[in-house]
């Protein structure tokens, strides 16, 4: 088994601000873009909207502290699949980092891509057809109708996957620049929103209404939505064995990463109130490029397009670069899975990058990834619930463990998250109690395949290491 604290030997060349550059990529994706339209059906007052994303910000953050805490603790790359093994046990720490390593991020990235394609396509509404003979070929395939809301974003997968086979270097170097160039554009429409178009006749200021507001359901429900667009503020701890000084730089990446996207979603969201009428937006899922027709006129919905695309192209590299790195770990201890710890001579797990590439791949030609995604959410959140459970849980069984980093706010923000994802799970299971199920029976497949190595000795059985785990 590798060192627990060495990344599996890979050299800490990553810096904070790349880390932070993660961080925020994987945080703003289509989700910021679309969501306000099904907020604004039920929720009229600009003072609760934005509430909204302040709330969601602050949750991220106490997410944030607590995750950061536990990097401090285990600086090894791979997320929930490191934590959740050193908190509990291995068999817990493999179902999380099965459900990663097979479907967790590869189905986003096949999101991400599709979202690509239909933005890439409104950008360039008249796209050439395909060839004869590929037109042919792509007619075999399942669920394509329109081969352009498929092959852009397949040719963005690739294409990142190549930067990234490439070394790290050049892979932060491909991030730091997508990343500053996604925060340029959405920094542009924000200021041009507010100098250029004509106001809207809505308030941010509380009211005596917005008590009513807050205190409802679709409030409530609406945080769950807005909740899963900040989703991606722990992406720095997969990638912890590449961080240079990771007990400073890892919460520092977390802490900027998360401020920064508050404070862009809470813009975005005003700006979008600011210069479109409600009746507008109300029930809509292109706000973006409705409101930006409203800021730069009829060739606005074409720069939104552009700009969300140009966004998403750093989102995939950031699922690209983080979601091999828990295949490469867990190979790392596993000996069935160590074929995927190999790296290059680049020093990147290519093999781990390569089998993600292919299941992303897999998920966009076949057209499943909605259904996948939609019945992950439930393990990926139980996942996230545990993680920073086991804060509290570690807080009590070792105090005297070395901390270099302490979450800030102990236990208040714990237990604010604890009970946020509490009832984001308890929607999921009444809103999708199927999928809710399938979600966990994924999970109960990777215990399986753990039961079985250690069965067959495939696997060492766990050692009461103290050191390492907290039982």
């Known amino acids: 088994m590798a060192d627990s604290n060495s990344g599996g030997g890979t050299a800490a060349t990553v810096s904070c601000v790349t880390a932070t550059a993660i961080v925020v990529a994987d945080m703003v994706g289509v989700g910021v873009f ?7 059906k ?15 910000g602050i949750l991220a953050m106490c997410g944030a502290v607590c995750y950061a805490e536990l990097a401090s603790m285990f600086p090894r790359s791979s997320g929930e699949y490191n934590f959740l093994r050193r908190i509990y046990h291995p068999a817990f720490g493999f179902m999380a980092g099965w459900l990663s390593a097979t479907v967790g991020f590869a189905a986003p990235v096949a999101l991400a891509a599709r979202a690509f394609s239909a933005y890439f396509k409104s950008v360039i509404p008249n796209p050439p057809p395909l060839p004869a003979g590929v037109d042919q070929l792509w007619s075999l395939l399942p669920g394509n109708a329109d081969p352009w809301l498929v092959l852009p974003g397949l040719g963005l997968i690739w294409l990142v996957s190549l ?18 160039l996604k925060l340029l554009l959405i920094v542009v429409f924000i200021v041009a929103g507010f100098a250029f178009a004509s106001p809207q006749p809505i308030s941010f200021s509380p009211s005596a209404l917005d008590t009513t507001f807050v205190t409802g359901a679709p409030f409530a429900i609406s945080l769950v939505f807005v909740m899963y667009s900040y989703s991606g503020w722990n992406a720095a701890t997969y990638i912890i064995g590449e961080i240079r000084d990771p007990q400073v730089s890892l919460p520092r990446a977390l802490f900027i990463g998360t401020a920064i996207v508050t404070v862009l979603y809470v ?18 899922i292109e706000v973006a490029m409705i409101a ?6 009829d060739l606005g919905g074409r720069f939104v397009g552009m700009l969300i695309c140009l966004g998403l192209v750093s989102s995939v590299s950031a699922m690209m670069w983080i979601g091999p790195r828990v295949t490469m770990t867990m190979g790392e201890d596993m000996p069935m899975l160590r074929f995927f710890a190999q790296k290059s001579r680049k020093d990147v797990p290519a093999r781990a990058i390569v089998l993600q590439t292919l299941v992303a791949t ?37 105090p005297d463990r070395p901390r270099p980093y302490r979450a800030w706010g102990y236990p208040v923000t714990p237990v604010v998250f604890l009970a946020v994802t509490a009832f984001m799970m308890y929607y999921l299971v009444v809103d999708r109690p199927l999928q809710s199920l399938a979600s966990l029976a994924v999970m109960l497949a990777g215990l399986a395949i753990y039961a079985t190595s250690v069965a067959f000795r495939s696997v060492p059985a766990p050692a009461a290491d103290t050191s390492q785990t907290a039982v």
């Open 34 to 40: 679309t969501s306000l339209g099904f907020q604004v």
């Open 42 to 56: 039920d929720i009229t007052s600009g003072f609760s909207l934005l509430l909204l994303w302040i709330i969601g």
């Open 163 to 180: 930067v990234h086979l490439a070394g790290i270097r050049r892979g932060s170097s491909f991030q730091n620049a997508s990343t500053a």
């Open 267 to 284: 813009l975005l969201n005003a700006v979008f109130l600011f210069t479109t009428p409600l009746s507008e937006l109300s029930g809509q």
């Open 292 to 297: 930006g027709t409203h800021v730069f006129g």
């Open 362 to 398: 897999l998920l966009m030609t076949t057209g499943t990834f909605d259904e996948v995604l939609d019945f992950i959410q439930f393990s990926l959140t139980l996942c996230t619930f545990f993680t920073v459970l086991g804060v509290i849980w570690l807080r009590i069984t070792a």
